[in-house]
């Protein structure tokens, strides 16, 4: 029995080398050839807009929690429409693993992962990302989602405007 | 002393316990949200449901409203419990917009801690949310009313306990809302309790808005600096800059809660113009350079004119440590002893309070708890907000409040007010006037059972905290002492004041006949707290030397020949004494620097690493001391040593931040100077009397930027009496002469205060600034029309 079982465990591999050698290579020629990365590869952030083209992020601190190397930090500031957003948003990627925890943890969608891997280079501070790098003028993945008209604050639609709510009551009213 | 048993432990808990506080002493968080440890519970949320298996009534019981009984048995998880508490949870939520993202109490949010406790996760409601437009509440607070669930936290907080009057519920059913009548500043001075009271985002600190997240905070339990009370307060900061303060628990001291003052006045730290630099005659270096400088520079003029030829000044203001470390220095060069209080008046009574009055302190717990105060020559809401919260929760308990005062005081509770004026409240304590106000009062005294004295040190001066001593002491009985709340000028006053050991002559007679060639001050500035303000900046002017340790930009760091920049209360460690005479440490949240937000202007910071943090080089002024003189111990060694020098600091070493702090050994009787009641001269019918206001009179409020809506404008108010005699007109503009000169002053009348007096406040940065508290009051007039 076991004879029989080394035997096959020889020849097998000769078996599937033989049929590879017959089968047109996979190995793709980086740098030359760029690769095409599966849709969830996990490479550099990005901060992505929601429909309407505002910036999605609302700097609520939620990736910085969520990031295992602490390597985003960001400000957070008003607009004048009332409008969380980011004053500032930095990644440092000589520290991001590409986990892509901070996208799980976003509750805006904002922070999106892109297949873009090829980060190397001779100056740690080309690493060091800012908002304006980060930010791009499409909706990643998830291009339909606009955290503002889910949630009630009055931002993009106005107080009590959302399909979700009742018009805002009047508290002074004493109808029963 | 009923025991009980939750969840298997067993727990024995005081009598008129609940179930709810049974369990937390167990260590079993049972989910809650109207329950709050300082307002005690409602029943309104029904999020506390327990089940009792065995005891009177058994069955599903809301626990912050079941007493505890003698061997009830109670489940906190079972079945029927869980799913009570899930129903709940999921109702609270029906209406809730889902703007964690955006909300400020992210991160500290109970309504989230609770809903996941509670076990709901998944919305089963249909129908459409509940909204409402939101209130403009002021400066300081936010308002996102479609988070509310209803809990009456904050109207309780703001009504019950703190006393305000234009916060409340309105409305019915699905509309009741927590709010205004209109638009408007929040009228109460503890405002920004209701933040920390308010469970869900509805209540946010507009001052804090979208600036940071709890768990990025950088924080430490600290002591508030604003006044002499010493409340528990939580500072907190990120990226250099102080962005917020709340309230420590301190249940001696301020409870649960602290003032606005307290809360929003910390933006000094972060000042702009605060000193940072160590600088020699102009010139800035290192500090070892700076304390090198000044070491061989005093050794210098102690060569040349002897010892006595250099002073030194201590404050109320500085650590208890810096204080101590600058009474060694002054000794090991065999100089005069430190001056603590550089207004002789103020020093006095600061030292009646250390001394005499220490064996009878009340600490504000035993204020809240009194059922008679007497508050002679306080304006609480001005000089210690805090104690007037004290009075009212002394008045909910049935207490009574009576106070001779000749300001127009206002307290957020019933109270019997009598505007003396501060010759007649002295005359009165001595006895020397018509005493039937006085006999009635001491009759009530002498059958109060907890009866206590608050006594304002600025009006009364040490002769009128001494009489009032004699006052507490005459209504002693052999049950229960008859106590004293003394209000003192600065944080520390009572911690200079312990390291006094004699009387000093004036120091602006010592400067001005020349005998001081060099004086060091320690974050206090003579210019500005000397009550002859403007003849002491001639004398410094006049100065040979002038050593400056201090975090704030005064007159004195902008004097100086040599400046040392020191840490700020949230920037250092070390320890307050309070009015009463409690020890309490604070710790560092922060390190120096001048804030990133500053550095940027709001831009991403800076890309390139700096080998120094700009604006690092302030430090604690105790270690600054300490490299002076040659040591370098820890704070727990320094603190270690003093106990062994002052025999009162006994358990110093022991104070741990953010504990209760411990009170410093009463001093033992001995006879101390009989000082002549102060009568001065009556001349002139109209006498001025600088006071203190809440925002911008103490010198740390007036540099926070946060509180300039609160502040109020130089002004001068009398009596309607004394306007109609003149022919004035409220609101007009008038002319005040004094012997400080003229100011042009808008009149305001007010008939609850003592007549033939102008009342003036004390306001640093104006004009108004050459008048210090805690002096006698001085000839003035009033003139209309042009000057
Ligand atoms: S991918 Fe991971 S390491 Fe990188 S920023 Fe996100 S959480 Fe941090
Ligand atoms: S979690 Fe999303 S919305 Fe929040 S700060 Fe990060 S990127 Fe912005
Ligand atoms: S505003 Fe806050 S504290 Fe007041 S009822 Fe609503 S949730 Fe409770
Ligand atoms: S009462 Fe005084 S010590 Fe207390 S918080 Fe207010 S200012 Fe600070
Ligand atoms: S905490 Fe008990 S009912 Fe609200």
Redesign the interface.
Known sequence: MSLWRDIKGTLQPFWVTLCNMMRRPVTVQYPEQKQQMAQRYRGRLMLTRDPEGHERCVACHLCSAACPVDCISMQAAEGDDGRRHAAWFRINFTRCIFCGLCTEACPTLAIQVTGEFELAGRDPLKLVWEKDDLLVDHGGHTPDYNFYRQSGVGVAAPRGGLPTETAPVDPKDLMP | MPTLTIDNLSVTIPDGSTIFEAAAQLGIVVPHFCYHHALGAVGACRMCAVTVVEGKMPGLKMSCMTPAEEGMVVETDTAQAMEFREHVGEWLMTNH??????CDE??ECQLQEMTISSGHGVRNYRG???????QDLGPFIAQ?M?RCIQCYRCARTYQDYCGGRDFGP????????F?RFTDGMLESDFSGNIVDVCPTGVLTDKTF?????L??LQQAPSICPHCSLGCATVPGGR?REIQRVVSGVNVQTNGHFICDRGRFGSSYVNHPKRPRQARVDGTNVPVAQALNRLRDKIAGVIAEHGPGAVAFVGSGRASLEANWLLKQWARSLKCPAPVFELHPRRGRAIRQAVGPLSSHLASLRQVRKSDLVLVIGADPLNEAPMLALALRQAVREGGRIVVLDPRPVDLPCVFEHHPLTQEQILCLLAGRCETGLLNNLLSELMTARRPVLVGGSDLLGGVGLQLLGHLTESCDNDDRYCLIHPLLPRVNSFGGGLLEDAPQEDLLERLENGRIKALVCLESDPGSEHPEAGRMQLALSRLDYLAVFDCLPTHATRRADLLLPTATTVEGDGVYINNEGRMQAFSAALQPGIPI?AVTA????P??FMPETPGSQPQPAWQMLQDLLGERHSVTALRRAMEQSEPRLEGMSRLQPGDEGIKVAPQDPEPVEESTVEIWSQDGDLRLLPVQSCYGSEVASSLSQTVTPRLVTPRLMVHPQEAQQRHLQEGEDVTLKTAHGLFRLRLFCDERMATRRAIVPCLPGTPLEIFVPGGLSLPCDIEGGAS
């Open positions: 917009p889902h703007d964690c993202p955006v992210g991160g459409n949310k509940r909204t409402y437009q939101n996102e479609n309105m409305g019915s059913r699905q509309r009741v809302f709010g808005r979208f600036k940071t997240r768990w990025d990226y937000a709001g831009q991403h910071p890309r390139e």
